[in-house]
C-alpha cells in the first residue's frame, strides 16, 4: 500500500522553552507510525518564526540541523500567527496538513485520532474540538471566545464557526489552495469554508497550559480584535439581504397605506382627522423603503465585489481516492481486535 504524507506546520512566537519538547512528542508519534507500519508518514514539521521575540529562532535552526524532516522559516518581521499559519501552508507538501500551537496545549500523540476521524467521515477539515469549557484557566478569556463565535454564526449563518480551533487537520490539497488566496484581511478558517463544506470536529482534552500558569498569551487585545475583524471582513453577513427585505416589505406597505387611506378619504371623509397627515405617514414610509431597498442592493454587491477580492473560487476540484489506504488499514486493525 502506498503511504500517505503528512505535514505538521507551527508560528512560532515565543516559543523558546517549548519547541524542544515539542520536536521530541513529535518524533515519538513519527516513530511510533513506523513501527505500526501505519500507512502514513510525517514528512516534515515546518516551523515559521514569526518575528520571534526570545531565543526561538535559534533553538529552530538546531533542531533544524539535527533533523532533516524539521524545516526552519523565517519571517522578515512579525505578522501575527495567522500569516505564520499560511505561510507554513504554502511550504507544505503532505497529502495532509496539521497546525499545532508551539506551547504543547496541541498533543502531537492525538493527530491520528483526527486522521482517524476524517477518513471514516469522509472529511476534508477536522478541528479538535475542546472537551472543556475552560481552555485557557480563565473565566473572562473562554467566555469572551465562545460568545463572539456565537454572535459570528448569526450573523454569517456559518454553522461551523463554533468549531474553529488553531489545532486542525486539513486535506493538504484544500489547505494550501486556502492558503494561496488570503490576502491580508482574509480569516483562514473562514476561507476554508469556500472549499469544502466536509468540516467535522472531534472532541479531546485541550488546555492553554501557558496562559493558565503566566496570565501570558501571544494575542493581546489589539490582536484578538484584528481577528475578530478578519473574521467578519471574510464572512458574508446574513443582515444584508435582511435589510433588503425589510426596504421591499416598507415599499410595499406604503403602497398599501396610500390605497387604503385614499379609498377611505373618498368613502368616509371624516375618518381622517388631522389634514396632510396620512400623507406625510406614506411619502416617509415610501422613501424610507426605497433608500433601504437601493442600500441593500449596494451591500450586496460590495459583498459580492468584497468576497471576489478575497478569492472565494468559482469551484474546486478535489481527490479524495487516496483516503482508501487508510481506511482499509483502520478497517484491518478493527477487526483484529
Not at 500517505?4 to 515539542?22: F, K, Q
Not at 454569517?156 to 484581511?185: D, K, W, Y
Not at 381622517?272 to 426605497?290: K, P, R
Request: net charge negative.
Amino acid at each position: 500500500m502506498t503511504a500517505l504524507n503528512l505535514s505538521i506546520v507551527v508560528p512560532v512566537y515565543a516559543g523558546e522553552s517549548y519547541l524542544e519538547r515539542l520536536v521530541d512528542e513529535i518524533e515519538k508519534v513519527r516513530d511510533a507510525w513506523k513501527s505500526q507500519h501505519i500507512p502514513i508518514s510525517l514528512l516534515e514539521l515546518i516551523f515559521v518564526d514569526d518575528g520571534a521575540i526570545d531565543g526561538s529562532a535559534k533553538v529552530m535552526e538546531r533542531l533544524s540541523l539535527d533533523r532533516p524532516w524539521v524545516i526552519s522559516l523565517n519571517l522578515s518581521r512579525n505578522f501575527g500567527q495567522h500569516a505564520a499559519t499560511i505561510a507554513g501552508v504554502l511550504h507544505s507538501s503532505g497529502d495532509w496538513v496539521v497546525t499545532l500551537d508551539e506551547d504543547l496545549q496541541h498533543p502531537p500523540e492525538r493527530i491520528e485520532e483526527l486522521l482517524r476521524h476524517a477518513v471514516t467521515t469522509n472529511a476534508d477539515v477536522v478541528y479538535a474540538q475542546p472537551a472543556s469549557t475552560e481552555i485557557h484557566g480563565k473565566a473572562w478569556r473562554d467566555q469572551s471566545s465562545r460568545s463572539f463565535k456565537r454572535l459570528m454564526e448569526w450573523l454569517t449563518g456559518n454553522p461551523t464557526l463554533r468549531q474553529i480551533n488553531s489545532f486542525r487537520l486539513m486535506r493538504g490539497e484544500i489547505a494550501r489552495a486556502t492558503a494561496s488566496v488570503c490576502s491580508h484581511n482574509t480569516f483562514f478558517d473562514i476561507a476554508l469554508f469556500w472549499f469544502t463544506q466536509r468540516i467535522e470536529s472531534f472532541e479531546m482534552d485541550l488546555r492553554d497550559e501557558r496562559f493558565a500558569t503566566t496570565g501570558s498569551s501571544g494575542y493581546n487585545f489589539k490582536r484578538l480584535l484584528g481577528h475578530a475583524q478578519k473574521m467578519l471582513f471574510s464572512s458574508q453577513l446574513r443582515f444584508l439581504a435582511f435589510g433588503l427585505w425589510i426596504g421591499v416589505a416598507l415599499f410595499v406597505c406604503s403602497i398599501l397605506s396610500g390605497l387604503y387611506f385614499t379609498v377611505l378619504r373618498l368613502v368616509s371623509p371624516a375618518a381622517i382627522g388631522v389634514e396632510g397627515w396620512t400623507s406625510l405617514f406614506v411619502m416617509v414610509t415610501m422613501s424610507a423603503g426605497v433608500l433601504a431597498v437601493m442600500l441593500g442592493l449596494c451591500l450586496q454587491y460590495l459583498a459580492t465585489l468584497v468576497l471576489k477580492a478575497h478569492g472565494r473560487p468559482t469551484f474546486f476540484t478535489i481527490d479524495r481516492s487516496g483516503d482508501h489506504v487508510l481506511k482499509a488499514w483502520y478497517d484491518a486493525q478493527d477487526n483484529t481486535e
